[in-house]
């Protein structure tokens, strides 16, 4: 998997840049798993190796000092990231899906910015689900998937 990206002009601003790490953990946590299963029922020798390419497209994160001070007026959060998988070995793009999640203001501001966080766990969750239910044939829109409470 390669690392994170985000597209300008979205890129450097310090609230996103925090948003992308906190993305990325939860890739770790969710999308890895997944990743390190395959790999170890499948041997490298056989099959083609899959390159995972996310790149978030769109982002808006409200910063816990924003939602503090600001609330509701801070406005609301939001991610749309693109996961572009290819074929390692012919450069043949499989699929890019894209999954959208947003948090709203108001729940941000009563939860003291939780919802702000989950969102970025529930992107990490759907892109898992994903890439589990479309392993054999990747199918072109993005699964809606609800996040699962367990996790």
Request: net charge neutral.
């Amino acid at each position: 998997m390669a690392p994170f990206t985000i597209d300008a002009p979205y890129a450097g601003q310090p609230a996103n840049e925090r948003a992308k790490g906190e993305l990325e953990s939860n890739f770790k946590l969710r999308v890895q798993p997944v990743i390190a299963g395959w790999n170890a029922a499948w041997p490298a020798t056989e099959g083609s190796t899959l390159k995972i390419e996310p790149r978030i497209a769109e982002v808006r994160s409200v910063s816990a000092a924003a939602r503090f001070w600001g609330g509701v007026f801070a406005g609301g959060s939001g991610l749309d990231i693109k996961v572009k998988l290819t074929d390692a070995a012919t450069g043949e793009v499989i699929g890019e899906p894209e999954f959208y999640q947003h948090a709203n203001a108001w729940g941000a501001t009563y939860s003291f910015g939780a919802t702000d966080k989950t969102m970025l766990l529930r992107v990490a969750t759907m892109v898992r689900e994903y890439l589990k239910k479309n392993r054999e044939t990747p199918t072109a829109v993005a699964v809606a998937v609800a996040p699962e409470v367990a996790d």
